[in-house]
């Protein structure tokens, strides 16, 4: 079965420093999506993204974050200078066409990012 | 309360009991989905339930959806070990670009043997 993959598992960054996060969704789904969770605490929303553009972001999504699908199958969040508390797993997900399954959302396994 | 928060927050039963959670939430909601997560793993879908339906099943799980109580709950029969994990409810909002989750707080679930 298809999966959304997520590269890498792990990292480790300096205060200041910019960060990718990579992310691989499932072939034909048309919406992708960034979420993250501070350890403890709930998964949030960050931004979502349709159609080669940016269609809802969460007031966590400041300037400092930026979304990008530079070819058919990559999906990446970048964190241009990384602050303390950006230190969560971060996790992508996508879904289909909205009329087929495309209310169901199917996440990666998370990237773990540690800012010291 | 916030937008989804489950309760317990966290439930200990033995192997085959049944195990049920509970999601209360506060805004219209399309649909209403539950999740799974084990501990520092990514998260599972389980089941989707639509506001227009009040039960949906999935092999050894029930859900039950209430919109006029806007609350939803999680059944688990028959429990494993395996089973132990978080589980979260997450309400849709649709939108014309996508469906933005918004999570509960989770209910820590432990099966002993």
């Known amino acids: 079965e298809p999966e959304v993959t997520q590269t890498p598992s792990h990292q480790v960054t300096q205060m200041g420093q910019e960060v990718i996060l990579r992310c691989v969704p499932i072939?034909?789904?048309?919406?992708f999506y960034w979420y993250r969770q501070i350890l403890g605490q709930k998964v949030e929303f960050l931004v979502s993204f349709y159609n080669n553009e940016i269609s809802e972001k969460s007031e966590i999504f400041d300037d400092q974050f930026s979304v990008e699908r530079p070819d058919g199958s990559n999906f990446t969040l970048k964190i241009r200078s990384t602050k303390l508390e950006d230190s969560a797993m971060y996790f992508c997900?996508?879904?289909?066409?909205?009329?087929?399954?495309?209310?169901?959302?199917?996440f990666g396994p998370g990237t773990r990012l540690l800012v010291l | 309360s916030q937008q989804g928060e489950e309760d317990p927050q966290a439930l200990s039963i033995q192997e085959g009991e049944n195990a049920t959670m509970n999601c209360s939430y506060k805004t219209s909601i399309n649909n209403l989905q539950w999740y799974r997560q084990n501990s520092g793993r990514g998260l599972v879908h389980l089941i989707l339930i639509r506001s227009n339906e009040r039960e949906k099943h999935s092999g050894r799980l029930r859900v039950t959806l209430d919109t006029s109580k806007k609350s939803s709950s999680l059944l688990i029969t028959a429990s494993r070990a395996a089973d132990t994990a978080s589980y979260f409810c997450?309400?849709?909002?649709?939108w014309g670009g996508g469906n933005k989750l918004t999570f509960g707080t989770g209910t820590q679930l432990k099966v002993e043997l």
């Open positions: 997450a309400t849709v909002e649709q």
């Open positions: 072939s034909n789904h048309l919406y």
């Open positions: 997900a996508s879904s289909p066409a909205l009329r087929t399954r495309g209310q169901t959302q199917y």
